[in-house]
């Protein structure tokens, strides 16, 4: 397994700084997640060249930006715009092979779902839905670039909060460049058991994000990260593990001594 890091956590005026700071702190890959508003030629061209330059990997690519989460809108105008610019982010990752990821709605929901959680799609919204993802994916047929279906949490997305439900939504697909992106953070309000939950996904998992439960660095809340991590090995998990999270103060210290963490758990 490999570790990075998301770009936004990093100190640095330019891409090429900060993923120059991770290969300098023992990183092997960078999260890129990029500003819609602010996308140009020479930002495209910097993330193509970034590897070359810096022997850092873009392992991961997305865009932010208001429009982002509503590939299910029931407004067909805000639908169409995050559509168009959830299959410019497939794109860029099929580009360099990165993976990229959706959800079915990403936002705070109202009203909150204390008492009835893992809300079923109908069959309708599950057939539009898949119908959405192969439509944002189809930039990435022929890449080695992903489109993962990620778990959020209740609180933040209406389906899809457990990774096992990602797990048998993927399988129904019928194109290769799809998968389960497992997000620690998520997992750690969604899931009865993470390793347990990891060992069913099983090779479905693509990519990892890392965050202790409290969304700090791994080791500073009470996730068993030991035990999480034995159980990416025992499904033969070799990815990216990234960090998306709070830094936990000065990264010039704290994203070093993560890297070190990570290490010592990977042996």
Known sequence: MKISCSNVMLPGTSLTEKAQLLRQWGYDGIALFVSYKEWS??????????????????????????????LMSEDPELRAKSRKMYKLAAQVSGEIGAVTELEFAYGAQTPLPLF?????????????????????????????GKMLLEGINRYECPYLNSIKQCKDLTDKLTFENAGVLADFFHMSIE???????????????????LG??????????SIDWQGSFDALKDIGYHGFLNLECSTCGDPTKTLPETASFLRKLLK
């Open 191 to 209: 899931e009865a058991n993470i390793a347990e939950s990891i060992r069913y996904a099983g090779d479905s998992i693509k990519h990892v994000h």
């Open 212 to 221: 202790d439960n409290n969304r700090l660095l791994p080791g500073h809340g």
């Open 41 to 70: 030629d020479d930002l495209h061209e910097e993330i193509l060249t970034l590897k070359e330059k810096t022997g850092v990997t873009p392992c991961e690519f997305a865009f932010a930006d208001d429009i982002y989460g509503h």
């Open 116 to 144: 009835h959680p893992y809300k079923a799609m109908s069959a309708v919204e599950e057939s539009a839905f898949i119908d959405m993802y192969q439509e944002v994916t189809e930039p990435l047929f022929g890449t080695e």
